[in-house]
Structure formats: structure tokens, C-alpha cells
T-cell receptor, first 111, second 116 residues
């Protein structure tokens, strides 16, 4: 049974810092991995999707990496801003579009 | 224009009642999903439909019945509501399976259900 773990559960950093969020999964047989952002009381917004054959994806200040064999992914956020404060969720696609989510990392960027 | 919309946004009801949550997507996607996010914030898939056909049905009590009148809509009907059904329910959609490449899922804003 696939299990997805995100560390840390919460993170608070000053504005401007670079930071890394971690995601690990127990079963490396995945189709892709996605990072989402969830704002309080709102739905999820997809940030990046990495196919199983890829090593990383970049979008603006965000960079996600994937090491499928070791069951790890990281989300790197450069030059953090207060608007980046949210919960970040990692999800692996087991096939047939079935996503298994981690519990999320609650990120706070302090001005 | 809202890509994936859900109604209602909030739902407060008594135990034992029957309720429905509606979901609509205007993205032209073939596949739609229902997820449940519990009090510990874990998101778990409940169902998925592709072109009105049930694809995924996780271990969900049969009090929960999805209904897809067309591929743009996937409604969730819940019978005999229980206290443990209190959660946030999210609808999502995607283009659907395309060979080995899967597509990003787009989520609705969620329906916050509270059973008293």
C-alpha cells in the first residue's frame, strides 16, 4: 500500500529565504508526482507535475525534483514571499489517475 | 469563469439525513473525481468517473453514491449521514487517461460538510 510522507509538517521562514519541502513515498511504481498548493478554506492548485521518466520540473521560482528509485521528491522555493504562505501537498499517481496524497507541509513566510 | 465548481460551499445537517453535493466542470475533461479531506487534513480519493463510467471506487460505504448525468457533472449523494462523514469534499477533473502520460487534476473549492 502506497504511503506518502511530507516533512516537515510545518515550516516558518523569513521572507526572501530559499527553502526545500520534502516528500517521500514507499512504492516507486508511480506514473507521476504532483505538487499542489492549498490556501485556507480553498481548493487545491496544481503547481508542478513530474512524469516518472523526468528528474525535475521548473515553474518560475519553483523547482521540483524526483528520484523515483529512492522514493523521494523535493520542492524548492526560491526567494520566498509572504504570498507563498499556504499548505503544500505532494501526491503520487498510482495509475488510472489515482492520486495518493501526503499530509502536507504548512508553510508560513514572515514579512 | 470557474473551471471546477461545487455546490453548496457549506452544508450543515442532522445525522440520518440524505444530502447531495453537486460538481460541474467546464474544461471539457473526460474524467472527474471525488476526494474527502478529513479533520487531520488527509486527502483521499473516493471515486473517479471517465465519460460517465465508474473507474475508481475506493473503500467507501455504500451510503455514498456518485451520479454522473453527463461527463461535465459528477454529483455525490450521501444517505443516512453519520457524524464521521463531517469533512471537506473536493471534486476534481482531468483530461483522462492518455496512454502512459497522465494529466494534471484540477480541483474545485470544496464543500464543507458538518453533520450534527
Amino acid at each position: 500500500k502506497q504511503e506518502v510522507t511530507q516533512i516537515p509538517a510545518a515550516l516558518s521562514v523569513p521572507e526572501g529565504e530559499n527553502l526545500v519541502l520534502n516528500c517521500s513515498f514507499t512504492d516507486s511504481a508511480i506514473y507521476n508526482l504532483q505538487w499542489f498548493r492549498q490556501d485556507p478554506g480553498k481548493g487545491l492548485t496544481s503547481l508542478l507535475l513530474i512524469q516518472s521518466s523526468q528528474r525535475e520540473q521548473t515553474s518560475g521560482r519553483l523547482n521540483a525534483s524526483l528520484d523515483k528509485s529512492s522514493g523521494r521528491s523535493t520542492l524548492y522555493i526560491a526567494a520566498s514571499q509572504p504570498g507563498d504562505s499556504a499548505t503544500y501537498l505532494c501526491a503520487v499517481n498510482q495509475g488510472a489517475q489515482k492520486l495518493v496524497f501526503g499530509q502536507g507541509t504548512r508553510l508560513t513566510i514572515n514579512p | 469563469d470557474t473551471a471546477v465548481s461545487q455546490t453548496p460551499k457549506y452544508l450543515v445537517t442532522q445525522m440520518g439525513n440524505d444530502k447531495s453535493i453537486k460538481c460541474e466542470q467546464n474544461l471539457g475533461h473526460d474524467t472527474m473525481y471525488w476526494y474527502k479531506q478529513d479533520s487531520k487534513k488527509f486527502l483521499k480519493i473516493m471515486f473517479s468517473y471517465n465519460n460517465k463510467e465508474l473507474i475508481i471506487n475506493e473503500t467507501v460505504p455504500n451510503r455514498f453514491s456518485p451520479k454522473s448525468p453527463d461527463k461535465a457533472h459528477l454529483n455525490l449523494h450521501i444517505n443516512s449521514l453519520e457524524l464521521g462523514d463531517s469533512a471537506v469534499y473536493f471534486c476534481a477533473s482531468s483530461h483522462g487517461t492518455r496512454g502512459p502520460l497522465e494529466e494534471t487534476q484540477y480541483f474545485g473549492p470544496g464543500t464543507r460538510l458538518l453533520v450534527l
